[in-house]
């Protein structure tokens, strides 16, 4: 079994996945990408990132993306996220936009959603690494399997979660969610491209997770 550098919490959760052929294939693709010269992002330590700043115990909200982002110095390893001192990305603006307008929050010079994270919203890609420069390039190589199986191992050990599925991507793989037990939220993709044709913009998804929240003696997310 190779030894996965992921938080202990998740790593009770999820070990039996580290053994199965599917995701010892992509440890090979990743070894033989980096052997090959290829740059990968978000860099190894942060492949992980996510469920380093948001516990399994502690997971409260997810929130499911796509892809890494694949410019220099972006992916931290959290959906929508980039590090302190990048230049927040449009679909993230969106999202800032929206928490204004649904909140009256002022918003944040910095798109690092690690502070999110600490409070326990869980920002899971569905695929963790991507080839520098060339979006979805490590699509279909066992990623997406294994975030299944971290979005099922919650949806049957934990209840009362929320989930924002963003896009039809999220809602697709999100569709396992048992909506008895969870409060699901769907919404169009923030990107610009799907969010000035309407259905982003005015959501509330931010105001009605907190209100759920609320609602399960759970504390409120700040925005």
């Known amino acids: 079994m190779p030894d996965v550098a992921i938080a202990s919490s ?12 599917y995701f010892l294939n992509l440890v090979e693709f990743l070894k033989a990408e980096k052997a090959s010269g290829q740059v990968i992002y ?20 997810v929130i499911i993306g796509q892809d890494p982002y694949h410019g220099a110095g972006q992916a931290n390893g959290l959906c929508f996220s980039v590090a302190d001192g990048i230049k927040v990305p449009p679909s ?3 999202i800032f936009k929206e928490i ?11 798109g690092n ?4 994270a600490a409070q326990g919203v869980l920002l899971l890609n569905a695929t963790l690494t991507v080839r520098a420069g060339q ?6 190589k066992g990623w997406e399997q294994f975030t299944d199986a971290v979005i099922r191992v919650l949806n049957e050990q934990k209840k009362n979660l ?9 809602q697709k793989k999100g569709a396992i969610v048992d909506t008895n037990n ?13 969010a000035n044709y309407g259905g982003w913009f005015g959501n509330k998804h931010f105001s009605q997770a907190n209100a759920y929240l609320k609602s399960q003696g759970l504390t409120e997310i700040d925005w």
Not at 113 to 116: A, D, Q
Not at 182 to 194: D, F, I, R
Request: overall charge negative.
């Open 135 to 140: 979006a979805g390039s490590h699509q279909n």
């Open 92 to 94: 993230l603006v969106n």
């Open 113 to 116: 959603l690690e502070r999110w």
């Open 42 to 61: 978000p860099q190894g330590k942060l492949i992980f990132n996510a469920f380093e700043h948001c516990s399994f115990d502690d997971t409260k909200v």
């Open 162 to 170: 929320v989930y924002l599925l963003w896009g039809s991507y999220a």
């Open 10 to 21: 998740w790593k009770e959760k999820l070990h039996a996945e580290f053994e199965k052929e």
């Open 100 to 110: 204004q307008e649904d909140l009256g929050k002022p918003v944040p010079k910095s």
């Open 182 to 194: 969870n409060l699901v939220l769907t919404a169009k993709h923030p990107s610009p491209m799907a």
